[in-house]
């Protein structure tokens, strides 16, 4: 589950039954941009019929409801997800790894699909278009994207629920930060624990709570 060094695209997949005949239309999400520790990951999600139910932000769905539209969206819908280490995240900026991550994302559930996807929708208000070598596709920002439109709350659930794994298996080798609970984002008790324990190689030293702290030590 843990991302190898390098930018690494995860996970893709199609719907037995197909996609119909619906538009490509891909929405885009990230998850992990504010964290101290781990990586950026972003999925793209190109929605089927039928529409898994109850999508919506991942940031509000409870753990229960997340964790079964994550199981129906890759059985029903278009998808890819990438993964950026943090590695690339300190020598590129956390800015230039979510947009690399929506790239290799989008071209992954393009690759998989086999038909070029007509416009991609970006959570946020930015796209990756000019920001990302790679990014070929017509895209538009949407703000908070991840609550208006079904396509980009699929993606928001899928990276969300595949960062938190990734998460969750680095507390087992690490467990002072709490990172099963906070996933990595600068919260006391990780912010204490770096203190006393010091940065590992899941933190990301181009962010100043982890640079000041090495800085000092």
Partial sequence: MAARKGFVVMLSGTPQGGIGSRPLIAGVDEAG???L?????????????????GLADSKVLSAAARAKLEASIRARCVYGIAVVDVETIDRLNIFGATMLAMTQAVARAEA?????????????NLTPHGRATGWRWPARAIVKGDAKERCISAASILAKEYRDRIMREAALAHPHYGWDRNMGYGTREHVEALRTYGATPHHRRSFAPVAQLEMFA
């Avoid at 520790?37 to 139910?53: E, F, Q, R, T, Y």
């Fill in 37 to 53: 520790a781990g990586p950026v990951v972003a999925a793209a999600v190109i929605l089927c019929k039928p529409c898994p139910a």
């Fill in 112 to 124: 998989v699909l086999g038909q070029s996807i007509e416009e991609a929708l970006i959570d946020g």
């Fill in 33 to 35: 941009r504010g964290p």
